[in-house]
């Protein structure tokens, strides 16, 4: 297979953002993040953006969230006491749920269709699209937790062999980096031997240690809180060359670039300071371009006001990467 790495794309829609009123009281998380790494992107491109842009025109829809979530659960949705069980917010259930729809579900929704049309760019043009969004890992076939209500990866593996795109014998990657554990996610490829799962993870934060048994499960790697940059990036720099030794090569990896491993995060746990965290996306793309394997990036959790600035610097190394 022949694969230039050239023409990465950026998915990206003004929608993604959460609106909701005293939402930064509720949870401690920059809601205009993707619209903020949007802006710093513009300002540093201008109108050469728009040649990397993979625009996301509508929110998926119902019928396709069916294909990794429960009818009970998407019906349940639509009261506002489960929404807020997903956001974990007590005072959420109090709010009217066309306002919660709009304000967190919508959004949700149009980040789901950006993974989406990320993995199907990506297979089909063999290329790497970053989602400015995305990356929601807490979320299980007939629940959601942690923020998460949907389960873009998983959903995007069902729709992407529904459609032929890969076939029963083609293997697909996660590299999950966000600081703590794709606990929903693990649970959708549990007896799916064609998904490796790497995740280094915090495991002294929700959702806490795998339970598996290490010998079966050995690229999840738990970390202690605290983590410093060194130590973090030694880690990376052995296992992650150990995962591509052990696995064949994938048709299609996802990178869950989680920017809650900063320091300072305020639910990440983990201390790697600025420049660390862009040198972990960066051996990360490097060895993915290495091995030319076409890639969907997402953006998942990062709750510090410089997770924007570590989304903008991601996207900029990834079109200026030759
Ligand atoms: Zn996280």
């Known amino acids: 297979m022949l694969l230039l790495l050239v023409n990465a794309l950026l998915a990206y829609s003004p929608h993604y953002d959460f609106h909701l009123p005293g939402i930064a009281a509720l949870h401690p998380f920059d809601v205009k993040k993707?619209?903020?790494a949007w802006g710093v992107l513009l300002q540093r491109f201008g109108d050469e953006l728009a040649k990397y842009r993979l625009q996301i025109d509508a929110p998926v829809s119902l019928e396709t969230l069916e294909l990794a979530h429960s009818h009970e659960y998407l019906a349940s949705l639509s009261h506002s006491a489960a929404i807020s069980r997903v956001v974990e917010s007590s005072l959420v259930k109090w709010l009217p749920a066309s306002l919660l729809q709009k304000g967190l579900l919508i959004p949700a929704k149009y980040a789901v269709a950006g993974t989406l049309a990320a993995a199907r760019t990506a297979i089909d043009d063999q290329t790497i699209v970053f989602n400015l969004g995305g990356g929601f890992h807490h979320a299980f076939r007939d629940h959601g937790e942690?923020?998460?209500f949907f389960s873009d990866a998983a959903?995007?593996?069902?729709l992407l062999r529904a459609e032929k795109r890969l076939g029963s014998a083609d293997e697909v990657l996660m590299i999950d980096l966000d600081a703590h554990r794709g606990n929903g996610?693990?649970?959708?490829?549990?007896s799916d031997a064609m998904v490796h799962n790497f995740d280094m993870y915090n495991f002294q934060t929700y959702p806490g240690l795998h339970p598996g048994d290490p010998d079966r499960f050995p690229f999840m790697l738990p970390l202690r809180a605290?983590?410093?940059t060194e130590g973090y990036l030694d880690i990376l720099r052995e296992?992650?060359?150990r995962l591509f030794a052990h696995v064949k090569l994938p048709k299609l990896a996802f990178y869950n670039a989680g920017t809650d491993i900063l320091k300072g995060d305020k639910l990440g746990g983990l201390s790697v300071d600025y420049n660390g965290v862009k040198a972990r996306d960066h051996f990360v793309l490097d060895m993915l371009a290495t091995h030319k394997i076409p890639t969907v990036i997402m953006t998942s959790g990062g709750y510090s006001k410089d997770s924007y600035r570590l989304i903008a610097d991601l996207a900029q190394h990834l079109l200026e990467t030759p």
């Open 34 to 36: 993707y619209s903020r």
């Open 146 to 148: 942690g923020f998460c």
């Open 155 to 158: 959903l995007a593996i069902q």
């Open 185 to 190: 996610f693990e649970s959708y490829i549990a």
């Open 226 to 228: 605290g983590t410093e």
């Open 239 to 241: 296992e992650l060359p």
